[in-house]
């Protein structure tokens, strides 16, 4: 959902994750991330999730407790959870520590944005827990796989499909020229959609989805997000263009 999906009514959520569901894929639902949910709340949604046969839950992270908010979420629901270390409410070496020797944690996205250091501490502590290792990092999305991320979950990849599969793909294969290659042409395209304003990555994201029919364009809004101009549109398109 590209960071949405806090915004759903119940009703709207259960639909998506049916339409999903019904893939025949795993399907991962992220719950929580809305201001002045309750713990309770975010309960709901993974209970709905499970209800709907979703695989797991990536909860999005909250302040105070973090371990007490995750439990409670894995007993409401009974699924695997993915924690969320995310650039705008990071946890500590410690909070990371203690999530990822909860039993119900399967794995960590790290999606720290421009914290490189941070990245590789959190990628290294799901590995020394023997957790999955997810990275969420759209501008260090090849540093990432090199740093020791095993999986991706990441805006980028809402869009322009391809692009993040090439790169995944030759890292996975071991065909490093072709993973440099790859690395490139996703490097450009992050540089245009993941940039300042960046609560506008939603929207250039859903520009590209348009131009690739998609989503019809007239879906190609967002309204939480800030007012971009049309030259950023043109210079993202002209980007995804060139790819």
């Known amino acids: 959902d590209t960071g949405r999906g806090p915004y759903l009514d119940p009703g709207t959520r259960g639909e998506i994750i049916r339409a ?30 499970a209800e709907l046969g979703a695989a797991g839950v990536l909860v999005f992270p909250v302040t105070g407790d973090p371990v007490g908010h995750h439990d409670a979420v894995w007993r409401a629901s009974g699924l695997p959870m993915l924690a969320f270390d995310l650039y705008i409410r990071p946890y500590s070496g410690s909070e990371l520590a203690a999530l990822l020797e909860h039993p119900g944690i399967a794995g960590l996205k790290v999606a720290r944005l421009h914290d490189a250091i941070a990245c ?38 809402a869009a322009a499909v391809p692009v993040t599969a090439a790169v995944l793909r030759a890292f996975a294969d071991k ?36 131009s690739e029919g998609r989503i019809p364009a007239e879906y190609a809004t967002d309204p939480y997000g800030p007012t971009l101009s049309e030259q950023d549109r043109e210079r993202v398109l002209r980007v995804a263009g060139a790819r």
């Open 175 to 210: 065909e490093y020229a072709a993973f440099v290659a790859a690395s490139g042409r996703l490097d450009r395209l992050a540089e245009v959609t993941f940039t300042e304003p960046m609560e506008g990555y939603v929207r250039r994201m859903l520009w590209i989805a348009a």
């Open 120 to 157: 590789q501490a959190a990628l290294a502590a799901a590995h020394r827990a023997d957790r999955l290792a997810v990275t969420g990092e759209d501008r260090m999305f090849g540093p990432s796989l090199l740093w020791g991320a095993q999986a991706a979950l990441v805006g980028i990849a």
């Open 20 to 49: 999903a569901v019904r893939t025949g894929v795993p399907v991962l639902v992220g719950v929580g991330g809305r201001s002045g949910e309750t713990g309770d709340s975010v309960a709901a949604e993974a209970v709905q999730a």
